[in-house]
């Protein structure tokens, strides 16, 4: 099995502990990254990137004291070394330009508010995994059990 | 975090890998008559040693199963061809054998079967691109009404029927997204939720029997027996129907259903445009083509450029189509073919089955034994994998034991071991379908193994009475 990380940035401590355990029932495929600020985050995926290891899923606050979580997911969005990686941005204090930014020059695949609900946030994650692996051509069939299985099913079909 | 430690991992993957290139390092490099084969040569040694490494590679899978096919095909060319590496060209005269022409070992990546099978790619990947196979199901499966029992019987049928032309995975994948918004809607502790979800996997490891396209072990399996695309499905199709029928009764009775009433809703809405128009007419074009060839006089492989030929120039699939192609299939099956070639050239396969003592067997008792190995490896192992490895050893019996000539001689055991490839549908690692059906959470592995061992060794026997059959209405005299 390949290594796949998800990343997990959120500046408050017990917010962090909250979304990564919700996420508790990938660990075992997927191990996840708990970052507090997004200086942490840069050093951990370029981390994964030198290690040659796979960034599937990053999910990110957005109000940080260093930098804020849409000018990092841009800064994602334009790195040629994760394209492939997903982005959502998970936050309750967005102002209606910091969405419509997040939208057009991060490419955000998905979009929480604050509180979040814990299937929803499961149900998306699942889905971006599953995106990932197909279109990064990583052999799914060890992933099974975590993926989603209607995206599954319409990227199979096609073969 | 602990991101550096979780890096250090020890893997099973290098154990397997250092395996898998030992044992053959250790054959080639042992003395040629430490190897118990009267009149073993030294390329045949090497031949023995790649097989090896590619038994292992393909049993323990440390790469991926299309990689090792490579492999196959690379080593062939470094070891036992004329462009191999200069210390490797020459040996003891009396000893060393043939080399292989490199153009031979490097051919079988375009060999008429896999052309054959890229014929088949590009109608799948039309039919899917311009939603035939939704349309298709949505028209084909209204006879089939609410019942569950009859529900199921279509939901096979059409399963069946769509993985003669598409790749077991995708007609599976196509039919659990037809199937599991339903599910959502019935009970969880109706038993019969097992049935429709097994259903479909099983159909579509037993459809892909039903044409020499329909799965790569039958490609395989053609290489070492000469049969049109008609007469293939001439005993193909009617097989598939009985071990389907056979298939659902075992369902019905492991699984009975408690709900009385099952409705599927497919969301097929048909379009009539000129391209898909087009793709419906050349798709059964080249059927038609196919099972008439011995009206217009071409072969099987020429007929699979129809719709290669046609999608292109029509555009119905473009550069951006082509990427989809399953390159990894069609190489699986190459290096299959490689493997074999190599053996047969070599004379490997030949001096092989001549130095193991037959004579206890019956013919009969030979075809039904080389039928259960074949099944017992396709539950552990990929189909493909196990035909191409199988295949070679088992043609070679087949030609060089005189007693099975009047069982059908090659053709009879090569067919039974083909078959019994597909038929390995007991866990979930046995095939892709399968585990996707495993995943979908309704299944457990004890009900998959249960109804999946049943419909294997039912199928192996209606196979084998079908092949007595056909023995005895002279088929293979006329092959």
Known sequence: MEKIFLLCIEDQREVLNAVVEDLAIFEEAFPIEECESVAEAITVIEDIYDAGLHLAVVISDHVMPDKNGIDFLVELHQDERFRATKKMLLTGLATHADTINAINNAAIDRYIAKPWDKEMLQGYVRKLLTEYILESGIDYQPYLKWLDQDTLYQKLRKY | ?479
Request: glycine share 8%; charged share 10%; with cysteine.
């Open chain 2, 1 to 479: 975090m602990d991101f550096k430690k979780r890096l250090r991992q020890p893997s099973s993957k290098q154990l397997k890998a250092a395996v898998a290139i030992l044992v053959p390092l250790f054959i080639l490099l042992i003395p040629l008559h430490w190897i118990p084969i009267p009149g073993l040569t030294v390329v045949e040694q090497r031949v023995i040693a790649i097989f090896f490494a590619a038994a292992l590679l393909w049993v323990l899978e440390p790469i991926p199963i299309y990689a090792t096919s490579i492999l196959v095909i690379f080593l062939e060319l470094l070891l036992i061809s004329d462009t191999a590496l200069l210390p490797f060209r020459e040996g003891p005269p009396e000893s060393f054998g043939e080399l292989m022409h490199y153009k031979d070992i490097m051919a079988t990546l375009a060999s008429p079967i896999i052309l054959l099978f890229l014929g088949g790619f590009f109608l799948a990947i039309a039919a899917t691109k311009y939603g035939l196979d939704v349309q298709l199901a949505a028209v084909l499966l209204r006879p089939f009404g609410a019942k569950p029992n009859t529900v199921m019987l279509g939901l096979m049928s059409i399963t069946a029927l769509f993985s003669m032309f598409m790749s077991n995975t995708a007609a599976t994948a196509m039919m659990l997204s037809i199937l599991s918004p339903i599910l959502r809607e019935v009970d969880r502790q109706d038993r019969g939720r097992v049935a429709l979800v097994l259903a479909i996997p099983f159909a579509a490891n037993i459809g892909g029997l039903g044409t020499p396209i329909g799965s790569p072990p039958n490609a395989i399996g053609l290489n070492y027996i000469n049969l049109s695309f008609g007469q293939w499905m001439l005993f193909a199709v009617p097989f598939v129907v009985l071990i389907l029928l056979a298939s659902w009764l075992v369902l019905r009775r492991l699984f009975p259903f408690e709900m009385k009433e099952i409705r599927l809703k497919v969301p097929g809405k048909p379009r009539s445009n000129f391209k898909t128009r087009a793709v419906y007419i050349t798709f059964g074009a080249t059927i038609l083509l196919w099972l008439t060839d011995v009206l217009h006089g071409i072969n099987s492989y020429t007929i699979a450029l129809v719709p290669v030929a046609v999608f292109l120039v029509l555009n119905i699939i473009n550069k951006e189509d082509l990427k989809q192609i399953s390159w990894e299939v069609l190489w699986l099956v190459s290096g299959g073919i490689a493997l074999g070639l190599a053996m047969e050239r070599t004379g490997l396969a030949a001096h092989l089955v001549h130095s193991i003592d037959f004579s206890g067997l019956t013919p009969a008792l030979m075809v039904l034994l080389v039928g259960t190995v074949a099944l017992v490896m396709a539950n552990f192992m990929s189909h493909t994998a196990t035909a191409n490895l199988l295949l070679p050893i088992v043609s070679a019996l087949g030609v060089s034991l005189p007693r099975l000539a009047e069982w059908g001689g090659s053709g009879a055991i090569v067919l039974m071991t083909t078959f019994a490839c597909s038929l390995g549908m007991s866990l979930p690692i046995s095939t892709p379908p399968n585990a996707l059906a495993h995943a979908t959470g309704e299944v457990n592995v004890p009900d998959m193994t249960k109804a999946g061992v049943l419909i294997g060794v039912i199928g192996l026997v209606l196979f084998f009475l079908m092949l007595l059959g056909m023995n005895q209405f002279g088929f293979f005299a006329h092959i």
